[in-house]
T-cell receptor, first 115, second 115 residues
């Protein structure tokens, strides 16, 4: 099956620093999603990308859909303490006309922000 | 609008016991999903229901059964719990299945410990 490698596995940063994380796949996707999970909660969608090369921002977050369709990255600028959590990438391959396009999740990046 | 709700929040079972995890969504979504989350492994799909009246196996279905009771509710049953089923279980829903812009919304999770 498809494999997603998400890196880094964890990050410890100072408040105000920028953060970058990425996901790479062994095969192509036509949708990339980035989720954040707070402790004790379910994942919440941050950014959705639907087109190769697409660059999308959501406040201090910016994500890009790689040209090869096999990778995506997420940047967080000027981090703040509430950015703490686990960030997941997820890729979807929709073949068109099928009943379901399964989401494949990365292993997650644990972000810790020191005030 | 509560989104996706799950009950119970926590459960402790003994090996061999059975239980049903409940999930409901009030967003009029067609598709619903059950995932399990284990440390370092991201989220893995157990079962999904592309629409009311249909269910299909995901990546890790063994030991589980599901019921799509109606459009709102999708339950996950463990007939004979095993310690390997200790995990955090998430239910999710999306407006459509397989569409190019499928976006899944997650519930808060059920934390299950099997002794």
């Amino acid at each position: 099956g498809q494999q997603l490698n998400q890196s880094p596995q964890s990050m410890f940063i100072q408040e105000g620093e920028d953060v970058s994380m990425n996901c790479t796949s062994s095969s192509i996707f036509n949708t990339w999603l980035w989720y954040k999970q707070d402790p004790g909660e379910g994942p919440v969608l941050l950014i959705a990308l639907y087109k190769a090369g697409e660059l999308t921002s959501n406040g201090r977050l910016t994500a890009q859909f790689g040209i090869t369709r096999k990778d995506s990255f997420l940047n967080i600028s000027a981090s703040i303490p509430s950015d703490v959590g686990i960030y997941f990438c997820a890729g979807q391959l929709w073949a068109g006309g099928t009943s379901y396009g399964k989401l494949t999740f990365g292993q997650g990046t644990i972000l810790t922000v020191h005030p | 609008n509560a989104g996706v709700t799950q009950t119970p929040k926590f459960q402790v079972l003994k090996t061999g016991q059975s239980m049903t995890l409940q999930c409901a969504q009030d967003m009029n979504h067609n598709s619903m999903y059950w995932y399990r989350q284990d440390p370092g492994m991201g989220l893995r799909l157990i079962y999904y229901s592309a629409s009311e009246g249909t269910t299909d196996k995901g990546e890790v279905p063994n030991g589980y059964n599901v019921s799509r009771l109606n459009k709102r509710e999708f339950s996950l049953r463990l007939e004979s719990a095993a310690p390997s089923q200790t995990s955090v279980y998430f239910c999710a829903s999306s407006p459509i299945a397989g569409g190019h812009q499928e976006t899944q919304y997650f519930g808060p999770g059920t934390r299950l410990l099997v002794l």
